[in-house]
Every structure is written in structure tokens, then in C-alpha cells.
């Protein structure tokens, strides 16, 4: 069974900057497209970041320049760097494979505010 277990979360002021990470089991993320995903309190779920198995990113246009998705294989962990936070940003994240959708992990809540 494949298990996501999301942290680094926590609240922030504007401007700040937080790492999430996404610790994998059940599956083995390096031949796979991984993404990061958000939910906003009274919105639904949305697409935040994905990274694929060659490395190469995309990025919601929310977030583009101020968002670092990465991964280690070795660690089988997804990483989402965040900068320049925004009261915008605020939700819980969660990660999950790209291709094939699995039972999503607890997230981690992220909270901007002053």
C-alpha cells in the first residue's frame, strides 16, 4: 500500500519561506512523475507542482518563481521549496504520484499570516 507522509508545515509570516517534504512508501517514486498538491479551506484540491522521473518541473501559475519542487530517490522523498509566501498560499499540501492517483496522506497545513 502506498503511503504519503507529508511535513515541514507550519505558520509563517508574508514573505517567509517553508520546506515541505513528502516521505514515500509502498511504491518507488525514481521511475515516476510525482506532484504536490494543495487544498484551501472551502476550495477544492488543486495542482501545485509536479516533478517528473527525468527531473523536469512544472508549476501551477500561482506559484511559478517562487516554488522548488525536487526529489531524492535514494531518501524516496519529494521536497517543495516555497518562498516569498503569500496569505494566498495558505492550505494543507499534499504529495501523490502524477500518474496513477493513490490514497492521499494526512498533508501538512501551511498558514500565512501577519
Known amino acids: 500500500q502506498v503511503q504519503f507522509v507529508e511535513s515541514g508545515g507550519g505558520l509563517v509570516q508574508p514573505g517567509g519561506s517553508l520546506r515541505l517534504s513528502c516521505a514515500v512508501s509502498?511504491?518507488?517514486?525514481?521511475?515516476?512523475?510525482m506532484g504536490w498538491y494543495r487544498q484551501a479551506p472551502g476550495k477544492q484540491r488543486e495542482f501545485v507542482a509536479l516533478i517528473t522521473s527525468s527531473v523536469s518541473t512544472d508549476y501551477a501559475d500561482s506559484v511559478k518563481g517562487r516554488f522548488t519542487i525536487s526529489r531524492d530517490n535514494a531518501k524516496n522523498t519529494v521536497y517543495l521549496q516555497m518562498t516569498d509566501l503569500k496569505s494566498e498560499d495558505t492550505a494543507v499540501y499534499y504529495c501523490?504520484?502524477?500518474?496513477?492517483?493513490?490514497?492521499w496522506g494526512q498533508g501538512t497545513q501551511v498558514t500565512i499570516s501577519a
Open positions: 501523490n504520484q502524477w500518474t496513477t492517483l493513490s490514497p
Open positions: 509502498g511504491t518507488i517514486i525514481s521511475p515516476q512523475a
